[in-house]
């Protein structure tokens, strides 16, 4: 797909199946930035509980899954968002993004909040999505809400 220009109408979004945990893995360690150098700070359990409970959505296009999102309904809190990075800048997490928003809305949510490293592109995109920077958490990670 090198060169080739693509539009936000070729990408579908779904919700994410356990046949798509092995893409799902290669996508969350297919970007440059936030890479998981650690993989027991993220459980079986927990993808298991996304995936199952609350809101767990794939982007593809016609090479298949490029992105994904995962996001508690509970809490409005966006636990993860990753699109490949040769695919990112073609709408998969922009699209992944307003839809996941769109359920909190539907489930009776006013904000919604995420945490990211901060001077990385994801800080800016987020910003670009009007998302407001509310300060850092413990760990040094930018905190960002978004009002619904």
Not at 37 to 59: G, R
Not at 76 to 85: E, K, S, T
Not at 90 to 96: E, I, P
Not at 97 to 102: G, H, I, S, T, V
């Amino acid at each position: 797909m090198t060169g080739v220009s693509q539009s936000m109408s070729d990408l579908r979004l779904r919700p994410a199946t356990h046949a798509d945990l092995t893409r799902i893995h290669e996508v969350r360690h297919g970007t440059a930035e936030n890479r998981l150098t650690d993989p027991t700070l993220v459980s079986d359990a927990e993808v298991a509980w996304y995936m199952d409970q609350a809101i767990f959505l794939v982007s593809e296009d016609e090479v298949g899954v490029q992105g994904f999102t995962c996001v508690n309904h509970q809490t409005g809190y966006v636990w993860a968002l990753f699109v490949l990075d040769e695919a990112q800048g073609r709408g998969h997490g922009t699209k992944l993004l307003e839809a996941a928003m769109a359920r909190l809305r539907e489930v009776g949510h006013r904000q919604a909040f995420l945490t990211t490293g901060s001077g990385t592109k994801a800080e800016g995109f987020y910003r670009s999505k009007g998302w407001q920077r509310m300060g850092k958490n413990m760990k040094g990670e930018v905190v960002f809400r978004l009002w619904l």
